[in-house]
């Protein structure tokens, strides 16, 4: 069954500093891989994706995933934080059911940027 | 802009009150979904549709139901809601097989459900 990892639940950061939030899943078939954020109040944003092709994929606000298929993860990174980062992020695989597809969330890492 | 639209924003019912919640999107999606989430945890599926098609998640209470009249408009009912049925319900599309498919789903911005 698949299944999604994010073992940090929260992690604080310094504004401007590099932030690392680790997601690892897994699947025995191709999967389809998302970052979403979720801010106090809000319902899910799409920040990035993997569906085939190039294995690193970037958001226009800086953020950056590398899916890594030999060690089944897909780590979302930002360079510098700033404040306005501060949310809940999910990773999340999709799978086939049916005629659609179905989300598998992990529980979710909340990045706390304090300046 | 497309998008999914889930009215109101808070809602507030008591104990044993029946309660709808209402998502409509301009995405012409044909497959909808409805998520519960409970404070500091990832999105839980409660049912799906695949255009009029229902499929309900296994471990959904039958005190949740849900009807899509049409390709925009899709409900959520709780029939007698009760103090743990608190949470934000997220409302969600994406296109299905056949139709070029979206393997990511657009979310609404939710309603926060308060039970009293």
């Known amino acids: 069954a698949q299944s999604v990892t994010q073992l940090d639940s929260q992690v604080p950061v310094f504004e401007e500093a590099p932030v690392e939030l680790r997601c690892n899943y897994s699947s025995s078939v191709s999967v389809y891989l998302f970052w979403y954020v979720q801010y106090p109040n809000q319902g899910l944003q799409l920040l990035l994706k993997?569906?085939?092709?190039?294995?690193l994929v970037e958001s226009i606000n800086g953020f950056e995933a590398e899916f890594n298929k030999s060690q089944t993860s897909f780590h979302l990174r930002k360079p510098s934080v700033h404040i306005s980062d501060t949310a809940e992020y999910f990773c999340?695989?999709?799978?086939?059911?049916?005629?659609?597809?179905?989300?598998?969330f992990g529980s979710g890492t909340r990045l706390l940027v304090r300046p | 802009d497309a998008m999914v639209i889930q009215n109101p924003r808070y809602q507030v019912t008591q104990f044993g009150k029946p309660v709808t919640l209402s998502c409509s999107q301009t995405?012409?999606?044909?497959?909808m979904y409805w998520y519960q989430q409970k404070s500091s945890q990832a999105p839980k599926l409660l049912f799906h549709?695949?255009?009029?098609?229902?499929?309900n998640e296994a471990d959904t209470p039958d005190n949740f139901q849900s009807r899509r009249p049409n390709t925009s408009f899709c409900f959520l009912d709780i029939r007698s809601p009760g103090l743990g049925d608190a949470a934000m319900y997220l409302c969600?599309?994406?296109?299905?097989?056949?139709?070029?498919?979206?393997?990511?789903?657009?979310f609404g911005p939710g309603t926060r459900l308060t039970v009293t």
């Open positions: 999340a695989v999709s799978i086939r059911m049916d005629s659609s597809y179905k989300l598998i």
């Open positions: 995405l012409n999606h044909n497959v």
């Open positions: 969600a599309t994406s296109r299905g097989e056949g139709r070029r498919p979206t393997y990511e789903q657009y």
């Open positions: 993997y569906l085939s092709g190039s294995t």
């Open positions: 549709y695949y255009d009029k098609d229902f499929n």
